[in-house]
């Protein structure tokens, strides 16, 4: 068999080193498949030599799952077809096309993609069908498993085909009619046995699988009409313990997104309103009336909590409203280069009658161990997102964070909740994943490898933790780094602070 086209010279390596998340790990090589037949030839050498492979597309994933020691399959470059039938509703998208492609393409016949992360204009169909991406909306409209119809895979033994939305599977899936899973609202920690027990479907293991049963080529996306008027509202808060009634008073009212922003991200942005917590209220509807109606609805019902109240009645005075949340990643890049931003507990999901307590031990672990956080997340589906904010030049800054994540994941265990709701296990949780489910779930979690890669050539130690598994080592800061040349060290941290992913990272190797 014939040895691929890999790129092995040090700076391309080093180029594909880091993604978004806290790691740094350089790969032996980097495949650039441009269509299924590479992609193809590639899996079965790797079969053939026991090489692994790490899928990834642009790089904005958060858990590790897109770095790793392996072979790095960039799928970003090829996999570019995109089609929209609007009679069926369906769109065809390659594995590097954008959610914001899909988007753009689709606006024309009134339609659109409605799960839609925040990385919409980076995040690629594949990775976001790898991690069961959601976003800001997925209150209303889940995260993107509902929205897939049908996937083009390869599978680990190099074959190529079509799974369909109702066409069962064509693996040996163990039992898994009775899994226990944490009742939460999103959950995007590890194969998600509970969906696939409901539908018997194989999509919902792929979905969410992160490159480590098959690699993902297209996606066939269910497409939905867009609703004609929108409408929304900001509201304020004194403490804590209002969410738990707020946030259950606003889901009675159908908004299509409920946005946190705690006091500990507001005060890091110039000019925010300062307040224990804000919530950023999104409704959709069909007239301009019922979505002004709606408003009036959550300000009168919300008035004895509330200590601000700012209202949009259209969709221009809905950006306006919004621009405090646009202004975060911004207010974080402003960082002094002594204080990183890193995500070691950013993906937490807990029920939503606990998101209050959630977000207070958030806040007293961060004080106990010395680190600084920002905090926000999709309040409606208890869903909160955390940058560690670590001063690197402190002596005991790892220690911290390791103090930091041991005991939030303690947290999460007690309040039922799950360490991942849209970004996945990665590499970052795959070893805590044990705690949350039980012994004979991971069990049949290592059956549903060993069914689709038993060579576990597929991203190992991504879901199935390594057997050395060490969440917080290889990290891309502090002196235990890997070395990689210095302008390219420079031009990384340039993506990750501009959320520059769509550069095709052989750039940053010129």
């Known amino acids: 068999m014939s040895t691929p086209n890999l790129l092995t010279d040090a700076r391309s390596r ?15 090589a980097v495949a650039i498949p441009a269509d299924v037949p590479e992609l193809t030839a590639l899996v079965r050498w790797a079969v053939e030599t026991r090489t692994p492979l790490i899928p990834r597309g642009a790089g904005s994933g958060m858990p590790g799952g897109n770095v790793g020691a392996g072979v790095l399959v960039d799928l970003s470059r090829g996999f570019t077809d ?18 914001g492609q899909v988007t753009e393409a689709a606006r024309p016949y009134g339609l659109r993609l409605p799960p839609d992360p ?30 897939v119809e049908a996937l083009e895979v390869v599978e680990a033994n190099g074959e190529a ?8 599977t064509r ?63 900001a509201l304020g808060f004194s403490d804590l313990a209002a969410l738990a009634e707020a946030v259950p008073f606003l889901i009675a009212l159908n908004p299509s997104a409920i946005e946190l922003l705690d006091a500990s991200l507001l005060r890091l942005i110039p000019n925010a309103p300062v307040h224990a917590v804000l919530l950023l209220v999104e409704f959709e509807r069909e007239t301009s009336a019922a979505a002004r109606g709606v408003v ?71 004080e106990r161990h010395g680190v600084p956080v920002a905090i926000f997340g999709h309040a409606g589906d208890g869903h909160v997102h955390v940058n560690a904010l ?35 296990a990665g590499r970052l949780r795959a070893g805590v994943l044990e705690r949350f489910y039980g012994r004979d779930v991971m069990a049949l979690f290592n059956d549903v490898k060993r069914a ?22 290889a990290l891309k800061v502090g002196e235990g780094a890997a070395a990689i040349p210095d302008d390219i060290a420079a031009r990384l941290r340039d993506v990750e602070r501009t959320a520059g992913w769509a550069t095709p990272k052989l750039e940053l190797a010129r």
């Not at 995109?82 to 959610?99: E, K, M, N």
């Not at 209202?311 to 911004?330: F, I, Q």
């Open 118 to 147: 925040s990385s919409g204009a980076f995040a690629t169909s594949g990775g976001m069908v790898a991690t069961n991406a959601a976003g800001p909306r997925s209150i209303r409209y889940g995260s993107v498993r509902r929205w």
């Open 82 to 99: 995109l089609t929209v039938d609007p009679h069926t509703r369906i769109a065809r998208a390659g594995a590097s096309v954008t959610w």
């Open 171 to 233: 693996h040996p899936i163990p039992d898994t009619r009775h899994p226990q899973f944490p009742n939460t609202r999103k959950n995007s920690s590890g194969y998600a046995l509970n969906h696939f027990a409901e539908s018997g479907d194989e999509l919902d293991l792929l979905i969410g699988s992160e490159g480590t049963l098959a690699l993902v080529t297209a996606v066939h996306w269910r497409l939905d009409p867009i609703l004609p008027d929108l409408a929304g509202v």
């Open 452 to 473: 689709y890669d038993p060579l576990s050539i597929l991203n190992p130690g991504v879901i199935i933790p390594a057997a050395d598994w060490a969440p917080l080592a």
């Open 296 to 366: 009036g609805d959550a300000v009168r019902g919300l008035k004895q909590h509330v200590t601000h109240v700012e209202t949009a009645v259209d969709r221009a005075g809905l950006e306006k409203l919004w621009e405090v949340r646009r202004l975060a990643p911004p207010a974080l890049a402003r960082l002094p280069p002594s204080q990183r931003s890193l995500q070691v507990i950013e993906d937490g999901c807990v029920p939503l009658e606990r998101l209050g307590e959630y977000i207070a031990g958030l806040r007293s672990a961060a």
């Open 161 to 168: 085909r079509t799974v369909r939305r109702g066409s069962g």
């Open 14 to 28: 080093a180029a594909y080193a880091e993604g978004a998340g806290i790691y740094r790990i350089v790969p032996m």
């Open 390 to 424: 670590p001063d690197t030049t402190r002596p005991a800054w790892r220690k911290a964070i390791e103090g930091l994540f041991g005991e939030v994941t303690d947290l999460l265990v007690q309040l039922g909740g799950v360490p991942a709701g849209e970004h996945g």
